[in-house]
């Protein structure tokens, strides 16, 4: 296994901390609601700075590397579409104004960092120490691949959405409006407001994603810097891309589908692993075409050109 200097450690976390302290005081140091323009162009920054840390691995590292990071940073950006529709639903459930939803997100990622890099290591260290784990990971992705098929998301129907059941049964709630504010008092106790169950709802969604994503990611490497590194940036990028997606995703309705056969692609690469390598330049071509045909399927089916109408 690659090992990654103490150094370069402690070079990518102030990198990483660098970037939140600029998007949380520079980029929205006043709550205000992120119009398409500014999401997309937040959006295209953070792919940028991600490929250009992605520029940097290739040439430290090697061809290899560079190809890895790339496909684990894809994967992992793609599975993400899939926070976006559950992170509408919270937003709705608590009804969260468009000016506060960045402050939400953007604490959200700081817990998901931390939580991610729990799992890249514990997994890493089980498929080191345990073979047959990447048999159990493996088909664990095609379960979920399965579930996912089949499954209906409904985005206005916030009521059968477990993260919002137990985020408004574990607190005391307030329900007035607080702006940014999380806490309150209201008659000398103290009152969640909706904004602080949005994220609780918020971090208990990213457990079930980073069960799901980070297996998917390390069956492209196993190396825990190229694996972290490429959720990371990932997951920094994930709230402007929540802004400039959020209005028109509902519309992809096989994009959920997709999603599905990337987890069941990727699981059967890491059942297979031991007898067929498929190299990550031809799982970075197929999950894009993956991607690419159920993008084109939701626009051509009827809804989509009724909707269009």
């Not at 095609?142 to 996912?148: E, G, N, T």
């Not at 329900?175 to 940014?180: F, V």
């Amino acid at each position: 296994m690659p090992t990654t200097s103490l150094a370069t450690w402690l070079l990518f976390s102030a990198v990483i901390l660098a970037l939140l302290f600029i998007d949380l005081f520079v980029l929205h140091r006043k709550p205000h609601e992120v119009k398409l323009r500014e999401a997309l162009l937040l959006s295209g920054g953070w792919i940028a700075i991600s490929l250009l840390f992605n520029l940097w691995i290739y040439i430290s590292r090697g061809h290899t590397a560079g190809l890895d990071f790339l496909t684990a940073y894809f994967v992992e950006k793609s599975l993400s579409v899939d926070n976006i529709f559950l992170f509408i639903v919270i937003f709705r459930a608590f009804q969260i104004k468009p000016e506060a939803q960045h402050r939400v997100l953007y604490y959200g990622v700081a817990g998901a960092l931390i939580l991610r890099a729990a799992f890249v290591f514990g997994g890493v260290a089980l498929l080191t120490r345990f073979h047959y784990v990447e048999y159990i990971f493996g088909a664990f992705l095609i379960l979920v691949a399965a579930r996912m098929i089949f499954e209906k998301v409904e985005i206005d129907d916030s009521r059968r959405n477990w993260q919002v059941r137990m985020a408004r049964k574990w607190l005391r709630v307030s329900l007035e409006d607080d702006g940014t504010r999380m806490l309150v008092q209201r008659d000398g106790k103290i009152h969640a407001t909706p904004l602080l169950l949005a994220l609780i709802a918020v971090e208990l969604s990213d457990i079930v994603f980073a069960v799901d994503s980070v297996p998917a990611v390390l069956a492209i490497t196993r190396d825990p810097f190229i694996a972290y590194s490429s959720n990371a940036f990932a997951i920094l990028g994930l709230r402007s891309l929540y802004f400039a997606l959020a209005h028109i995703l509902p519309r992809f309705r096989y994009i959920h589908q997709g999603l599905a056969a990337v987890l069941a692609f990727v699981g059967t690469k890491m059942i297979l692993s031991e007898n067929i390598t498929i190299p990550n330049g031809i799982s970075l071509a197929v999950i894009c075409g993956i991607l690419a045909i159920a993008a084109i399927a939701s626009r051509k089916s009827p809804r989509a050109k009724s909707e269009g109408e």
